[in-house]
């Protein structure tokens, strides 16, 4: 069964140490259960919690929780609820995926990068930390399907929070999405196209992972196919994969009937 969580005042979640967790935590720790735009959702067998869904905008996030295991009807159900809500974008442990029964969604793959405190990067290097969020928002987001009032807000909130952080060295910039159990999320790693080439983006990973190995904190980030070979060349360890999935084209839905 699955059913809305109305408050977190008295309940003892249990997540895990791991990257859909630390997503699930950061709306929480950002929203709470006060908005509608923002909705959790426990997992139960039996009387039993074994996994949380964070419906955020048009995403969601779900986790099994510390200890739970996976079964049949889970996956079954999980598979029910993102038919019910239809998000743009879901991700969640690989064990929680149908093998079918999703066909409006396609799978990519995706593979976690560990980010070591990479040495090389000279300390004088200017490691920028205030920066005009139009400016991030038109480097990380150039040419996609993003709503910039929508990132804002959200950004601004967290940001104020202490959840997110924005980085930045030249015209490359970097978002820290979240930071739990002593791991911190890189994401959003753009440069302007002019600028590729020149070791920017390089630079301020190197930068950001030493800085937050300073405060105790190691970084990892996510890539698709095509970035992978770069991040290896710049020391990072592949730490494994999963698939997210998004929804499919209209023009996609259109084959299938």
């Known amino acids: 069964m699955i059913r809305r969580i109305d408050s977190f005042d008295n309940a003892k979640l249990l997540l895990r140490d791991s990257h859909y967790s630390r997503i699930i935590l950061s709306h929480i720790l950002a929203y709470g259960t006060e908005f509608d735009f923002c909705e959790f959702y426990e997992l139960l067998r039996g009387n039993k919690r074994v996994g949380i869904f964070a419906s955020m905008n048009s995403s969601l996030t779900v986790d099994l929780l ?5 079964s049949s009807g889970c996956i079954r159900e999980t598979a029910e609820f993102i038919r019910f809500k239809y998000p743009m974008f879901v991700e969640m442990p690989e064990v929680l995926i149908p093998k079918r029964g999703l066909s409006e969604y396609r799978k990519e793959k995706r593979y976690f990068f560990s ?5 090389g990067a000279s300390e004088d290097s200017e490691l920028l930390k205030e920066l005009p ?3 991030v928002f038109e480097t990380a987001f150039s040419g996609q399907d993003a709503n910039y009032g929508l990132w804002l807000t959200d950004t601004v909130r967290r940001a104020n929070r202490g959840i997110v952080r924005i980085y930045g060295y030249k015209s490359s910039v970097l978002t820290v999405k979240c930071q739990s159990y002593g791991r911190a999320y890189l994401a959003d790693i753009a440069t302007p196209e002019k600028d590729r080439g020149k070791g920017y983006a390089s630079t301020l990973i190197k930068l950001v992972s030493l800085e937050l ?7 990892y980030l996510a890539s698709d196919e095509s970035m992978k070979d770069f991040y290896l060349r710049l020391g990072c360890t592949e730490l494994g994969e999963d698939y997210i999935l998004k929804l499919k084209e209209r023009k996609d839905y259109e084959e299938l009937v």
């Open 66 to 70: 510390d200890d739970a295991h996976s």
């Open 133 to 135: 969020y139009e400016s």
């Open 115 to 119: 980010v070591p405190a990479i040495e």
């Open 213 to 219: 190995k300073k405060e105790g904190t190691d970084c």
